[in-house]
């Protein structure tokens, strides 16, 4: 799908319709709970949440299947997981893990037998040398300095083999390097949109509140929720609302990029925008100017051109302080968010 930038066309104006609240998610979770035999453990209830939230089409569609298929247990939830959520399955952790300690046993030998190799053509320079204090004839130097030039030959062919070892065993240790880099990306990383995940988000947050306050600069955050985002899905189908969670996901980075924001996605059409260096007003004034940006905005299809509409936001903005936890902080960015919606939507309202 294409996004088209209109300053002509007249904005929608957001109607305020009552927020059903989260506990019709508990009543329709803890009944997959029950039906389905699955013990309300973390990684389980969090499946489910995104489930029915309808965080995205491809997780629906899996769980769907499952379901219909009668597979619906805890395998069938940790593969969902793996497919869906960026978890790393637990046998690809351990076999990373393995190969480190493999390679690092494997670079160990290496290194004794090198030191071996040495050791040996000491001995072979130590006896040599003591061999000539002695009055020594012609043909016992001839003898002599054969063997010392095959321990030099041996050493030589010895280091060589060393340190093809040692290339060989970098080259390894780079791609493992990597392998790690990957998973650990894909941990922190929501698949469907590419910002950070709710682990990643929680993770970051707590890392510059702490960078933020030991520099003694601000820290904002804004939660971001898109407007009335289920009539997308019902309207155009799950895969053009995908798309519109990708390009929201995008135009918030993009528009917090500068001072080193970060985006995550929080869960279904939520995301939290961390601003470091930034109080309240500066940063609603930074996501209100993405707001309008956005809302301006003419989203078509790109197969046929028709006209999506546009696609709105409202948020919620507050400044870190000394006493905040992560999830203080979060809540009253909630609270704030909340506010715009009871105010009409597609706005950004600061924490009072």
């Given amino acids: 799908m294409t996004f088209l930038d209109s300053s002509m066309a007249i904005p929608a104006v957001g109607i305020a319709v009552p927020d059903p609240g989260p506990m019709r998610f508990f009543s329709e979770i803890g009944t997959l709970l029950?039906?389905?035999?699955?013990?309300?453990?973390?990684?389980?209830y969090d499946l489910l949440w995104r489930y029915v939230r309808d965080d995205y089409h491809a997780l629906s569609l899996g769980v769907d299947r499952a379901i219909a298929d009668g597979i619906f247990d805890l395998a069938a939830v940790s593969e969902l997981r793996r497919a869906h959520c960026g978890d790393l399955d637990a046998s690809a952790v351990t076999a990373l893990v393995e190969a480190a300690h493999d390679q690092a046993e494997a670079l160990s030998q290496r290194i004794e037998s090198g030191r071996t190799d040495l050791a040996d053509y000491g001995r072979a320079?130590?006896?040599?040398?003591?061999?000539?204090?002695?009055?020594i004839d012609a043909a016992g130097l001839a003898v002599l300095l054969e063997q010392l030039g095959a321990a030099t030959a041996t050493i030589q062919a010895a280091n060589a083999r060393l340190e093809g070892e040692l290339a060989s065993a970098a080259v390894e240790m780079r791609g493992l390097a990597e392998r790690l880099g990957a998973a650990e990306r894909a941990a922190i990383t929501d698949p469907l949109t590419g910002a950070l995940n709710r682990r990643g988000t929680i993770e970051t947050l707590e890392r510059l509140q702490a960078e933020t306050r030991a520099a003694g600069t601000r820290l904002a955050l804004a939660m971001v929720d898109i407007d009335h985002f289920k009539r997308v899905n019902d309207r155009f189908g799950h895969a053009l609302g995908d798309d519109v969670l990708r390009f929201v996901a995008r135009h918030l980075a993009d528009s917090?990029?500068?001072?080193?924001?970060?985006?995550?996605r929080f869960g279904g059409e939520e995301f939290v925008a961390m601003l470091?260096?930034?109080?309240?007003?500066r940063a609603t004034a930074i996501i209100d100017k993405a707001r309008s940006q956005l809302a301006s905005q003419i989203i078509r299809n790109a197969v046929d051109g028709s006209s999506l509409g546009r696609v709105s936001f409202s948020a919620g903005v507050a400044g870190d302080r000394v006493e905040d936890s992560c999830e203080t902080l979060i809540a009253r960015a909630d609270?704030?968010?909340?506010?715009?919606?009871?105010?009409?939507?597609?706005?950004?309202?600061?924490?009072?």
Wanted: glycine share 14%; with cysteine; hydrophobic share 40%.
């Fill in 335 to 352: 609270d704030a968010l909340y506010c715009a919606k009871r105010m009409g939507r597609d706005r950004v309202v600061p924490d009072r």
């Fill in 34 to 44: 029950l039906a389905h035999r699955l013990p309300p453990v973390p990684d389980v």
């Fill in 256 to 264: 917090i990029a500068a001072g080193g924001g970060k985006v995550g």
């Fill in 125 to 135: 320079i130590a006896d040599g040398g003591a061999r000539l204090e002695t009055p």
């Fill in 276 to 281: 470091p260096g930034h109080d309240v007003m």
